[in-house]
T-cell receptor, first 114, second 114 residues
Framework: EAQVTQNPRYLITVTGKKLTVTCSQN?????MSWYRQDPGLGLRQIYY???????DKGDVPEGYKVSRKEKRNFPLILESPSPNQTSLYFC?????????????FGSGTRLTVV | GDSVTQMEGPVTLSEEAFLTINCTYT??????LFWYVQYPGEGLQLLLK?????DKGSNKGFEATYRKETTSFHLEKGSVQVSDSAVYFC?????????????FGAGTRLFVKA
């Protein structure tokens, strides 16, 4: 089954403790992206990647890092999480040639930073 | 900058009622327009799209028409079902970005009562 898999689904952590949210897709998509979803604000793009070793900032990149060492994986790293990063996070992917056909989204990771 | 404005929810309807969710946008030129749906506990799924003025996107009984003159892309369905209860997001991709910079609205939650 074609899908985007995120782990974990739920995470509670403390301020300052480094964490990684993993994202993997099995569709050989070149494009991958991270979004955060907050009430009343919709989805805002954090980082995106057009291919291996090619990443770029979205609209809200502060406090986050990403890497794209393999085509299928696009982890999101919070080196020193803070409470304002409590949010619902989504990973998305698409083929470059089909980018205007919309994205495939993962099921989300709900992160709470206390 | 580019933006998407959706009607605030929640919207509560009885089964078989007519649905309209308003969406207007601000963008230079001719963006591509999308509607995504998010069912409880899941990621977003592409519902329909339109890539040029006067195009009508349709899927699963939902329709939306790209109106350049009113910068709108309202979502409609003639007869809603309980299973349509979800959050609906209007989104746009600015021209020249190849679909890689998608901007989402805040989302509109729909409840359908039996």
């Amino acid at each position: 089954e074609a899908q985007v898999t995120q782990n974990p689904r739920y995470l509670i952590t403390v301020t300052g403790k480094k964490l990684t949210v993993t994202c993997s897709q099995n569709m050989n998509h070149e494009y991958m992206s991270w979004y955060r979803q907050d009430p009343g604000l919709g989805l805002r793009q954090i980082y995106y990647s057009m291919n291996v070793e090619v990443t770029d900032k979205g609209d809200v990149p502060e406090g986050y890092k990403v890497s794209r060492k393999e085509k299928r994986n696009f982890p999101l790293i919070l080196e020193s999480p803070s409470p304002n990063q409590t949010s619902l996070y989504f990973c998305a992917s698409s083929a470059l040639r089909d980018s205007l056909d919309g994205y495939t989204f993962g099921s989300g990771t709900r992160l709470t930073v206390v | 900058g580019d933006s998407v404005t959706q009607m605030e929810g929640p919207v509560t309807l009885s089964e078989e009622a007519f649905l309209t969710i308003n969406c207007t946008y601000t963008a230079t030129g001719y963006p591509s327009l999308f509607w995504y749906v998010q069912y409880p506990g899941e990621g977003l799924q592409l519902l329909l799209k339109a890539t040029k003025a006067d195009d009508k996107g349709s899927n699963k009984g939902f329709e939306a028409t790209y109106r350049k003159e009113t910068t709108s892309f309202h979502l409609e369905k003639g007869s809603v079902q309980v299973s349509d209860s979800a959050v609906y997001f209007c989104a746009l991709s600015p021209p020249g970005t190849g679909g890689f910079k998608t901007i989402f609205g805040a989302g509109t939650r729909l409840f359908v009562k039996a």
